[in-house]
């Protein structure tokens, strides 16, 4: 019976699909700074079934279309190139066409400051879309998903509003329709810098939902 077995699994493992990772070079894509928190988030803003991605990293922001045999860069007009941030796709108006969230610092001249902006996704680009009351932060995470299920899109922020390590918020934002509102959530699980006690796990969310 013990041979029986290992010859089973030994046809198990001999007839699974091997996996088939290889690296796929970018031109173009810079590299980021390992000290500076990043992210990558895919989508297929442009529908033609095929992922594209954005990234961001040290001080800089890029589109990245997938034309199926390599990727090209899309210029975003007015999109700042950010550090320390997120990044998030949602079709919040479900026009069928994906926006994004995004968050991090951004430097203009020798100033730094953060931002936290919607961008609407036009068919022909993209528009930033004012959130009036919505906190600019960096060392941030976003995250959409319909937390109510009333087939629209909200969205969850955390991060830093100041470079002095606070203060630190997490938000949930209703999406109305017409607007987005903050929505509070009653939170019992000790002050705001409470850590977490040991074996409790905690999970950036970055990602696409269509
Ligand atoms: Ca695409
Ligand atoms: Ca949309
Ligand atoms: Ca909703």
Known sequence: MR???CILLAFVVSSSPAADFGKVEVPGLPPMASASPRAIAWGDYDNDNQLDFIATGSLFTQLWRNTGSGFVRVPVSGLNGVSEGSVAWGDYNNDGRLDFLITGTVVVGSTA?????????TGNGFAQTPVPGLPAVHNSDVAWADYNNDGRLDFMISGTRTFADGPRITQLWRNTGTNFVPVSVPWSGGPPKTRPSPGVTTTRMVGATS
């Open 113 to 121: 400051s953060r931002l936290s902006q919607l961008w609407r996704n």
């Open 3 to 5: 041979n029986l077995i």
